[in-house]
């Protein structure tokens, strides 16, 4: 089994694939300060929870945003799991040549979760031109919201970074000393009776209209269609309020992972 990991600003991913089939989606929140034992006893005991051994895996690919963590995570699969990971890093194939300016500064998750998006949702089109050549946006909902155009040769044609809603959350608590902080939910109706409707409201709708501008304008700016895929902690709650979103789809990074890894190791026939 193949044991892909995805270490993002807040939580950290974790898959396990049989073939092509994930078997399980665990995740923890990221530590920036873990050390090699931490995160070995981390990882065993979350696979721990649905049935998994250190000694059923016998590959593992890493994506990380947070440097300080892939050394340790390297020594803690190598030293306990006998495991030898691949890193998705700057210069690392992928298939899909990238055009942002400089290459190396997109996130390699943006770059995997483009990755699986395009294999599931693009389309090269079809003779007559039937059905178009399609490309697809990823809106990745993280500890920022990143918007990520892929072209359907594919490329990677570049994108948008925006605050995440739960930073624009921390941010709005912090700096008005007199509003509560609230959990992210849909108010019964848009304008607020009270000040906690007021606040879910300014969050979640004002959310979805960044969303919806923002993909109207990406869409003005380009000579081909696109799928749109959401995915990330609240692309459900921002999906069910808009019609922009063609695909919720939360095991996109994890299956970025798994066809990049196929690229370099296929499995042995």
């Known amino acids: 089994m193949l044991l892909a990991i995805d270490v993002g600003n807040s939580n950290t991913s974790i898959g396990v694939f049989a073939g092509a089939e994930l078997r399980c989606e665990l995740r923890l929140a990221t ?8 995160l070995a006893v981390a990882v065993e005991r979350v696979l721990a929870l649905v049935g998994i051994r250190f000694a059923d895996l016998r590959d593992a690919v890493i994506a990380s945003v947070v ?4 050394g340790p995570l390297l020594r803690a699969l190598s030293h306990y799991a ?3 990971a691949l890193v998705v890093e700057p210069g690392l ?9 400089p290459p190396h500064e997109v996130g390699a998750d943006r770059i995997v979760a483009a990755v699986a998006a395009h294999r599931r949702y693009g389309a090269r089109g079809t003779a007559g031109a039937s059905e178009p050549a399609r490309g697809v946006l990823v809106v ?4 920022a919201t990143t918007f990520d155009v892929v072209t359907p040769a594919p490329e990677y044609l570049g994108g948008v970074i925006a605050p995440g809603i739960g930073i624009s959350a921390d941010a709005l608590f912090a700096r008005a000393a007199k509003l509560p902080r609230v959990d992210i939910a849909r108010p019964a109706r848009v304008i607020g009776t009270n000040t906690i409707m007021a606040v879910q409201s300014g969050l979640l709708y004002g959310y979805v209209g ?7 304008r990406i869409r ?6 696109v799928t749109v895929v959401a995915t990330g902690g609240f692309a459900p709650d921002v999906a069910r309020e808009t019609d922009v979103i063609d695909v919720v789809d939360d095991a996109l990074v994890l299956e970025g992972l798994r066809l990049i890894h196929a690229l370099h ?5």
Do not use: C, K, S
């Not at 440097?67 to 892939?70: D, E, G, K, R």
């Open 31 to 38: 530590q920036r300060n873990w050390t090699r034992d931490e």
């Open 67 to 70: 440097p300080p963590v892939v």
């Open 210 to 216: 960044l969303v919806e501008g923002m993909i109207r």
């Open 220 to 225: 003005d700016e380009l000579d081909h269609p």
């Open 265 to 269: 190791r296929p499995p042995a026939v």
């Open 140 to 143: 990745d909902f993280g500890t």
């Open 93 to 101: 194939p992928t298939g899909m040549p990238i055009l942002y300016d």
């Open 82 to 84: 006998g495991l030898g």
